[in-house]
Structures are given as structure tokens and as C-alpha cells.
Nanobody
Framework: QVQLVESGGGLVQAGDSLRLSCAASGGTFSNYAMGWFRQAPGKEREFVATINRSSDSTYYTDSVKGRFTISRDNAKNTVYLQMNTLKPEDTAVYYC??????????????????WGQGTQVTVSS
């Protein structure tokens, strides 16, 4: 089975940047579409971003477009989420995921085959 380990979360001020990393093991990384979800306190877990196997297609939820960038390095079995101009509304636990398939239209929790343990991102006002 696939194991996913996130890192890079922390406490920052509004307007700052963070780069999250997700290291994958136990599978053939280059065969998988990857993504990120997040869950804020009191809210449901929601989709953030996804990237296809060859990095030639990405898809984002509207609230992060223009601020967040997903990328991957198949040689390192790692996916990244660069988060710029962070807002307090971005505060959440961020989860790296393996997706059953890539989509640029809609990504649901049922699209996920493996979840990471999550990393906390806190953005202060």
C-alpha cells in the first residue's frame, strides 16, 4: 500500500508563504494522480488542488487560484503545494492524497484512494 507523509506546515502571518511537501512510498508514484485536501475547524474536508501524472495538467478550487501552485517531482516521489499570499481563511489541516483518477472538473472525497496524516497550517491576522 501507499504511504504519504506531509511536512512544511506551521504558523505564519497573513500575506506570508509556505511550501508543503508530501513524500510517497510503497507504490509507483509516477502512475498516480496526486492532490491536496484541507479541513478547517468545524468544516468539512474540502478539495484544494490536483495534478496529473506527467505534470502537464493542474486543477484548483476557486478560493486558491492564483495563490497556490501544486507541483511534483516523480524522480523524488514527492508532491508539493506552494502557498502564497496566505489568508486566515486558509487555516486548516492539509492532507496529501493519491487519487483514483485525474479530473479537471470535480474532485470529491470518494476520488481519493490514499490519505496522508495531515499537516497543520495556521495563518494569523
Amino acid at each position: 500500500q501507499v504511504q504519504l507523509v506531509e511536512s512544511g506546515g506551521g504558523l505564519v502571518q497573513a500575506g506570508d508563504s509556505l511550501r508543503l511537501s508530501c513524500a510517497a512510498s510503497g507504490g509507483t508514484f509516477s502512475n498516480y494522480a496526486m492532490g491536496w485536501f484541507r479541513q478547517a475547524p468545524g468544516k468539512e474536508r474540502e478539495f484544494v488542488a490536483t495534478i496529473n501524472r506527467s505534470s502537464d495538467s493542474t486543477y484548483y478550487t476557486d478560493s486558491v487560484k492564483g495563490r497556490f501552485t501544486i507541483s511534483r517531482d516523480n524522480a523524488k516521489n514527492t508532491v508539493y503545494l506552494q502557498m502564497n499570499t496566505l489568508k486566515p481563511e486558509d487555516t486548516a489541516v492539509y492532507y496529501c492524497v493519491v487519487l483514483k483518477y485525474y479530473s479537471h472538473y470535480v474532485v470529491l472525497r470518494t476520488s481519493v484512494s490514499y490519505w496522508g496524516q495531515g499537516t497543520q497550517v495556521t495563518v494569523s491576522s
